[in-house]
């Protein structure tokens, strides 16, 4: 098969209107003050350098009086201006019919809230927000709901060169002045497209520079839609204010030991999130890993040294129920011919005859809850939790009255322990006692070791919520992590809320089947701090500081930024100091970019399935060249209708030809791992999009190619659909008119294949 027939075929050609023929930006008139302006806007489209898009050209119109908005509100721009402000920016499209405004001030914001609506159209708006002093428009979204409910992919309709025209239009018209103070942030316009049935957007970050310095929470994002550039959104995020002097009284050094010295990177036992359902009994995966536990995040005041918590105004820091299924088959045996009970089944009675009864909970709870025996037993469920391994009794009671009480409680109903606890009692607000929080620390653990006395020895206290306006308030909230060889596990915990000097609310989240993985060969803590701060290293930064009643400051401050090619991440694998995502697989700088295509034919194809972690077998490695192997294609085949997600990399190939049988992708004899032929790839796409039924009937097919004999029998339907649709074609040369069914394809190919078969129209 020549190369030639595997590349990019001619695109799919656009729709006339691609969202930039239909965007409509005004542009402002030289002069035109937006701040003093008492003119409103009528635009006329004129053609721009973008190919279709339409920017307008403003054509200044007398304005009507202010409203009495002004009247309703103390501000510089009235709503009239606000309104004014927007449609000199975008225009509203006329089926928008319906208009809502609101106003905020408060300690951080001063503004006008706009939105039209289609009143036909639920999911469908644009909104904005409007500086009701400066009249700066500092939000603009035009959004619509892209989610195709046919299950067919969104399309890739504007290209990354229109949408950066667009975003550098929409930067220059809202940011004014504002832009030479921004820099570029170096990513991926295009990492938020991916396969799927809802249209992605291309972004584009721009960052605050004050002072040479990165302000790291000031800046402006543009999303423009891929599928059609008219839905898009603009944020500007700018706080006004003294700027400190960039000069830090704190060395480099010293932020470090402040880390260091406050064992802020902790070891802990993570539970692991893995999107496949777990089997009957299957307990959850823990790992050892290195995580940011403390409440700064790792951010230092460059002045004073001191950590900066999140309470202190700084923003940005760093049960599962079943139901029973209907549509069960009515069997028509007698009693006489009821079947006799499964293992499972004698089983369960064998677990449930053990079980202390309902009457015993009942019991147990009102030793801690007096307050019951007034009350009205509401409801009492057994369940069981810890993937079935132990069963609860949830109990809930009531009074009633105009002053109605309840109490809820949890009670294990293997051991009678006393899970949970819960009153709502109006009599205890009003008898008013106050506590220190050492007295109602005393009454909390002097609680856990009545109530739990087996897991308080292996609590910690992690954090306390008192009221700190109030020396001794009436309100104390303590929480406790489980230790697992004195190392954290953040899953479990005990919490307990005194009010008024009585212990009101109690959960206790215990599973005492976990495995945990042994605690050696594991990093250092200085090791694994060196680890993360060589991914996020301290960076000298300014940082906004809102807190309720004060002033907004601006802040000289240590903290961990990140290249902005690397992608989140909060864990850092124990022993080799690797960053993990919350599956605890491996995070690349670059994200799911592969680094061995660069000119590969294939390039913007196998590029896109990249960003949804398809064919993520070798890491960021994607190894164009090497055979295709019945897994990759359809694990990625699977990914991209659902059933596959969360299976990875690290799917086995059973799991993954079940899944495949499932869904009729696969119906004869296969080896998964085996290289695939290009007749059986035409198979499994055909089927992919749907097209089985009609590929069955191979005789009504005229088939061109001169090896049609080589085509396995069952195939040849699916051969010429694949290739009359553009997936995947023969050879068309006048020399040879061949498909080559027995050749082998090559990941490239197949990625090139699934590429163009999500491309076609359903």
Known sequence: ??????????????????????????????????????????????????????????????????????????????????????????????????????????????????????????????????????????????????????????????????????????????????????????????????????????????????????????????????????????????????????????????????????????????????????????????????????????????????????????????????????????????????????????????????????????????????????????????????????????????????????????????????????INDPENQKNTKQLSETEARKVAEDFLQSVAPAYFKDLQLENTSTDSSMPRPTNHSFFYKRLVNGIVYQDNYAYVNVTNGKVVNYDLNWNKHQVFPSAQNILSQQKATDAYFKLRPQTLSYLTQRAPGQPTKIRLVYQPIADPTMPFFELLDAQTGKPLDWQGKPVQPGGNRFTDIQGHYGEKEIAFLGKANLFKEYGNSFRPDEAATGTAVLRALLTLKGAGEGMGATGTEEDILRQARELGLVKEDMNPADPLRRDVMAQLIVRYLGLDAAARYSDIFQVPYSDTALIKNDAVGHVIIASRLGIIRGNYSEENRSYGPGEQINRAQAAIAIYRAMNIPK
């Not at 008139?29 to 279709?52: D, E, H, Q, R």
């Not at 721009?77 to 499209?93: D, H, S, W, Y």
């Not at 039209?116 to 035009?142: K, M």
């Open 1 to 422: 098969m020549s190369q030639k027939n595997w590349s990019s075929p001619s695109r799919w050609q656009r729709a006339t209107a691609t969202g930039l023929a239909t965007i409509m930006l005004s542009a402002a008139l030289p002069g035109l003050s937006w701040a003093n302006s008492p003119t409103a806007v009528a635009s006329t489209a004129v053609p721009s350098a973008a190919g279709n898009n339409r920017i307008t050209k403003s054509a200044a119109t007398k304005s009507q009086p202010a409203t009495s908005s002004s009247a309703v509100v103390a501000s510089k721009i009235t709503l009239e201006e606000a309104i004014n402000r927007v449609k000199q920016t975008i225009i509203i499209p006329a089926t928008y019919t319906h208009f809502t405004s609101g106003y905020t001030n408060d300690d951080t914001l001063q503004g006008w809230s706009l939105q039209w609506t289609n009143p036909s159209i639920a999911d469908q708006y644009l909104s904005a927000s409007v500086n009701a002093q400066t009249g700066e428009i500092t939000y603009l979204e035009h959004w619509k709901n892209t989610y195709r409910r046919d299950g067919s992919q969104a399309q890739v309709n504007v290209t990354v060169a229109e949408a950066e025209e667009l975003a550098q239009t929409l930067l220059q018209r809202l940011a004014g002045q504002r832009v030479q103070q921004l820099e570029r942030v170096p990513i991926d316009p295009a990492m938020n497209i991916q396969p799927g049935n809802m249209a992605g957007s291309y972004e584009f970050q721009w960052r605050r520079i004050a002072n040479g310095l990165p302000f790291a929470d000031n800046g402006v994002t543009i999303s423009i839609n891929s599928e059609d550039s008219y839905y898009l959104n603009y944020r500007l995020n700018w706080t006004e204010g003294n700027v400190p002097s960039p000069k830090p009284a704190v060395t480099p050094e010293r932020a470090r030991k402040i880390v260091d010295d406050n064992r802020m990177l902790q070891l802990n036992y993570q539970r692991i999130y893995d999107m496949r359902p777990m089997t009957t009994g299957q307990m959850p995966k823990v790992i050892l890993a290195y995580r940011f536990n403390h409440p700064s995040g790792g951010i230092i005041d460059a002045d004073s040294g001191e950590p900066i918590q999140n309470h202190q105004g700084f923003y940005g820091i760093g049960k599962a129920e079943g139901g029973m299924g209907m549509g069960a088959s009515i069997t028509q045996a007698s009693s006489n011919d009821v079947p006799p009970l499964t293992e499972q089944e004698i089983k369960e009675l064998t677990t449930t005859a053990s079980l202390i009864s309902q009457e015993q909970a009942i019991r147990i709870v009102k030793r801690w809850a007096p307050s019951t025996q007034k009350a009205s037993l509401r409801s009492a469920n057994l369940n069981s939790v810890n993937e079935g391994k132990d069963r609860v009794w949830y109990l809930m009671w009531e009074t009633s009255g105009s002053n109605p009480q309840s109490v809820s409680a949890r009670v294990d109903a293997t051991t009678g322990e006393l899970l949970g606890l819960d």
